[in-house]
């Protein structure tokens, strides 16, 4: 098997709720009140190879957005190594960092808030690229127009603001932009979240006709099961800061093993399954400041045995390229 | 009976820019324990419709035209106070921001309760427990505890849970639930979506659900209504909607949908972009997006009945073939 475009091994990030106001005076007058720390990620192992699509899954606040924005390198994590084909960040020279950081680009879900305003798109796209010396100044603008309609946008919009594009238009903008300096691997957080439904297949598609035009990789991040299944060759499920199933798609949404991805596409509705009475998995999802011990999922799991309580479960692979952690070892049936 | 007919209903917002004309035509007709999917993408005038329906339009919006009967009374033209009585107590509405029905500053059973006592005379400590059991029914856990916290202490899918409880206080015979799962994970979802089913089930209530996600109303509704800028451009029962749906946009809309069998395909999408409700092109609002579109189009195309208990606005509608 070829070396991981990008790998993490046994990241973790905690992030310190500082205490407001009222929680410090509380603690000055002598009350037991304690900065929390919320563990966002812990200790995860994933690795993503060339030209693969991975999907990553789970209810909010399970930690994608975390796990996708450390595996993009715009936030240090707390703990664990962070590879890029097969080099360490922390052993990497500067030019080696200087490539990896243009080769790993994100894609935001609000594509309003992830744009400078005050920019004409020519620039918001042009910028970067010149930085990095891909393009001269006299070849700038050609380069432009041939990003603008790689994301099929009319290059003659190119001096018009952000604000002047529609939703849609706007997240090609932000995809121009991770683009232009040439990436090999984008995570997409959300990125069609919060695009109208007849839009986020325009949208869609171009992440697929992309995929082939440039030969990319992706993580591609959404709470949306339906989307992951689209788009991903594997898909990768979260529950509070850990990955407890990762399998190729079709496997995963035929026969999944863990109790809470059975859980979970139990919950999705679809097209074709009419007028039924809904079943959803009971109970709520744990607060991350104070996980369940053990396995995090035990309070909600239909199959949980007393070792569940008291010890996590790791990650194994059950069958070929399928793992899950589950004391079950993936035999709770469908 | 039907509990609510909603016919040749108009609602338009006179603002500096323009008249949008957000609803523009809507006509339905709801029985008692029926659940009504009202589908269509942002801006095609939804919310408006059942703002409509409850007498919460205000300036500058205004309902121009059309009627809407509850039970055979006209509601348009009604007075605020006799709206003010149904709402609440006969019609009740699910909002997609449980924070638009919950007051922050206000403990949970103190809004039930008042919820309780405005429409009806219950001492104090029957309408509490009302409360509590109501709290019980859409599987709250340990609801004489939530009934002693503040909105801010409970999850978003657990105050959307208190609005449904609120919502069904007084046994409505209407309930308008305005994306009330938007925002939230597809567990919290199915819980949701759960519980409203049952509590319609059990009082016989008849339900509007308002979404953009036509997965969520396929599972759900007995009827589908297709909204496209301000008018319902396709009804019927749902799996014929789904399953045979006329319309061109209907039909986009449906393609446009990952499912199972689309997996890795390039998904069918509806070109251009969402309309501008101020500068609505003439004829068919969706001639500028729709691949069947042609001369006749540019007229309005007015609602028939190509089969028993379907409506339709297209002149050159799927399923029937255009003439070359
Ligand atoms: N900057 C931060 N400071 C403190 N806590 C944070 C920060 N960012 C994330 N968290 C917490 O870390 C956990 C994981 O958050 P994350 O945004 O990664 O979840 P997510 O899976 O992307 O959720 P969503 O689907 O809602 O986007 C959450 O409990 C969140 O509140
Ligand atoms: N107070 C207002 N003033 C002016 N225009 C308004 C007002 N409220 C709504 N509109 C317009 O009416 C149209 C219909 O809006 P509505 O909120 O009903 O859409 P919707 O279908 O509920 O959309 P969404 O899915 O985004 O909730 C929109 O074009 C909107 O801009
Ligand atoms: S380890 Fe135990 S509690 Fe966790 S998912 Fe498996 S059976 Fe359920
Ligand atoms: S009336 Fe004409 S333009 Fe409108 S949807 Fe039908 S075919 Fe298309
Ligand atoms: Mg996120
Ligand atoms: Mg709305």
């Known amino acids: ?334 | 009976m039907s509990v609510l007919e909603v016919a040749g209903l108009r609602t338009h917002f006179f603002t500096r820019a323009g008249v949008v004309k957000a609803v523009d035509g809507v006509d339905f007709t709801l029985q008692r324990g029926e659940v009504m999917g009202l589908v269509g993408e942002s801006g095609s005038g939804k919310t408006v419709t059942g703002f409509s329906i409850l007498g919460l339009v205000d300036p500058p919006g205004r309902i121009v035209g059309g009627s809407i009967r509850y039970r055979g009374e006209e509601l348009v033209g009604a007075p605020d106070e006799r709206l003010r009585e149904l709402r609440g107590n006969r019609i009740a509405m699910i909002f997609q921001d449980p924070m638009m029905t919950l007051n922050p500053v206000l403990r949970i059973d103190t809004q039930m309760v008042e919820a309780i006592q405005a429409h009806e005379r219950v001492p104090k400590k029957a309408a509490w427990e009302r409360a509590r059991d109501g709290l019980g029914q859409v599987g709250i856990p340990s609801p004489e505890e939530r009934l002693r916290a503040y909105p801010h202490q409970l999850s978003g899918g657990m105050r959307q849970r208190v609005t449904i409880a609120i919502a069904f206080l007084n046994a409505p015979e209407l309930i308008i639930a305005d994306e009330p799962t938007t925002a939230l994970d597809v567990t919290i979802q199915a819980q949701i979506i759960y519980q409203a089913q049952k509590v319609c089930r059990e009082r016989g209530a008849a339900m509007i659900w308002i979404t953009h996600d036509l997965a969520v109303v396929a599972g759900l509704a007995d009827r589908i209504c297709v909204m496209y800028a301000g008018r319902i451009v396709e009804a019927g029962p749902t799996d014929d909607v789904i399953d045979r749906p006329l319309h061109p946009y209907t039909v986009g809309l449906l393609g446009s949908v990952p499912s199972a069998n689309k997996r890795g395909q390039r998904l069918n999408q509806i070109p251009g972009m969402t309309p501008n409700m101020l500068a609505l092109p003439k004829g068919c609002a969706f001639r500028e997006r729709c691949a069947r579109a042609g001369d006749a189009c540019l007229a309005e195309p007015g609602i028939t009945e190509p089969a028993a208990g379907r409506a339709l606005r297209c002149f050159h509608p799927h399923g029937i073939e255009v003439p070359a």
């Open chain 1, 1 to 334: 098997m070829s070396v991981p475009l990008i790998e993490v091994r046994g990241v973790t990030k905690h992030f310190v709720k500082r205490l407001d106001l009222a929680g410090k005076i509380a603690r000055r007058l002598g009350a037991d009140v304690d900065e929390e720390v919320v563990h966002a990620v812990d200790a995860v192992d994933l690795a993503v190879r060339p030209g693969e699509v991975v999907g990553l899954a789970g209810e909010s606040g399970c930690g994608k957005s975390t796990l996708g924005r450390m595996m993009a390198g715009i936030l240090p994590p707390t703990d664990g190594e962070i590879l890029f084909e097969g080099i360490a960040a922390s052993e990497m020279s500067g030019a080696q960092r200087r490539a990896a950081t243009l080769a790993v680009q994100m894609i935001f879900q609000d594509p309003f808030a992830s744009l400078n305003p005050r920019l004409r798109v020519e620039q918001i796209i042009g910028e970067a690229p010149l930085v990095h010396g891909l393009v001269d100044r006299g070849g700038l603008s050609d380069y432009v127009d041939d990003i603008m309609r790689n994301v099929r946008l009319d290059p003659a919009l190119k001096r018009r603001y952000p604000h002047q594009f529609s939703g849609g238009q706007r997240q090609r903008i932000g995809i121009a932009r991770a683009l232009a300096v040439r990436p090999r691997f984008l995570v997409c957080d959300e990125a069609i979240a919060s695009l109208d439904v007849s839009i986020q297949a325009q949208v869609l598609n171009l992440f697929m006709d992309l995929r082939e035009e440039f030969d990319l990789t992706y993580l591609f991040i959404s709470h949306d099961l339906s989307v992951v299944e689209h788009i991903a060759d594997r898909v990768v499920i979260m529950y509070l800061g850990r990955i407890v199933e990762s399998a190729p798609t079709e496997q995963l949404f035929s026969a999944p093993r863990h109790p809470y991805t059975q859980a979970l596409l139990a919950d999705v509705p679809r097209l074709d399954q009419r007028k039924h009475d809904f079943s959803p998995v009971a109970g709520e999802i744990p607060s991350p400041l104070d996980p369940p011990p053990g396995c995090h999922f035990h309070p909600r799991c239909p199959h949980a045995m007393p070792i569940c309580r008291t010890q996590q479960p790791v990650l194994r692979e059950i069958a070929p390229g399928a793992f899950s952690a589950c004391h079950l070892d993936g035999n709770s049936g469908t």
